[in-house]
T-cell receptor, first 115, second 117 residues
Framework: AQSVSQHNHHVILSEAASLELGCNYS??????LFWYVQYPGQHLQLLLK??????LVKGIKGFEAEFIKSKFSFNLRKPSVQWSDTAEYFC?????????????FGAGTTVTVRA | DAGVIQSPRHEVTEMGQEVTLRCKPI?????LFWYRQTMMRGLELLIY????????DSGMPEDRFSAKMPNASFSTLKIQPSEPRDSAVYFC???????????????FGPGTRLLVL
């Protein structure tokens, strides 16, 4: 089974700073990759996803992520964060194999943006 | 589209009581997932259904937990009897599975916050 590692447990930064959250997965085959965001007290919402094609994926709210197959990574970035980006961010991977449709989540990274 | 609908949004119950959580997936989706989120264990997949059939329930903690999907638009997760350690947020998610190689994005419901006293 695949596993997902998110390197940072908690990131604290100031408004307008750049953000990069690391995500690595362990599966060597074809994967679908996702970043979800969970604002305080709310449910998970999809930020962006990668299925195939251009490895640089642009999502909502100015977020982007780059799939680097050789590094098994799918890092999330935002050039300039806002206070409203304070949330928990989850990387998720779905290994495309047979009938396995499980979505494996990382432990999450809590991002706190200070005004 | 209304998105994934879950009820109740909050549930407070006493230990030993039966709890039933409900989920209505997005219309047209044929896969449904139940997750549990806690501070200690993060997001855990409990069970998922495809075309109303349970495919993998290996994440269900124990026999006290059961899930059903009687039709394409409704699923329940039942805990009987409930225990304080079951306190968590339970999310339902749905997606469309095109074929064995194409699982589309999972969309999550608002969750049910369960507190067992």
């Amino acid at each position: 089974a695949q596993s997902v590692s998110q390197h940072n447990h908690h990131v604290i930064l100031s408004e307008a700073a750049s953000l990069e959250l690391g995500c690595n997965y362990s599966y060597g085959g074809t994967v679908n990759l996702f970043w979800y965001v969970q604002y305080p007290g709310q449910h998970l919402q999809l930020l962006l996803k990668y299925f195939s094609g251009d490895p640089l994926v642009k999502g909502i709210k100015g977020f982007e992520a780059e799939f680097i197959k050789s590094k098994f990574s799918f890092n999330l970035r935002k050039p300039s964060v806002q206070w409203s980006d304070t949330a928990e961010y989850f990387c998720a991977v779905n290994a495309v194999q047979g009938n396995d449709y499980k979505l494996s989540f990382g432990a999450g990274t809590t991002v706190t943006v200070r005004a | 589209d209304a998105g994934v609908i879950q009820s109740p949004r909050h549930e407070v119950t006493e230990m030993g009581q039966e709890v039933t959580l409900r989920c209505k997936p997005i219309s047209g989706h044929n896969s449904l997932f139940w997750y549990r989120q806690t501070m200690m264990r993060g997001l855990e997949l409990l069970i998922y259904f495809n075309n109303n059939v349970p495919i993998d329930d290996s994440g269900m903690p124990e026999d006290r937990f059961s899930a059903k999907m009687p039709n394409a638009s409704f699923s329940t997760l039942k805990i009987q009897p409930s225990e304080p350690r079951d306190s968590a947020v339970y999310f339902c998610a749905s997606s469309f599975q095109r074929d064995t190689q194409n699982q589309e994005t999972q969309y999550f419901g608002p969750g049910t916050r369960l507190l067992v006293l």
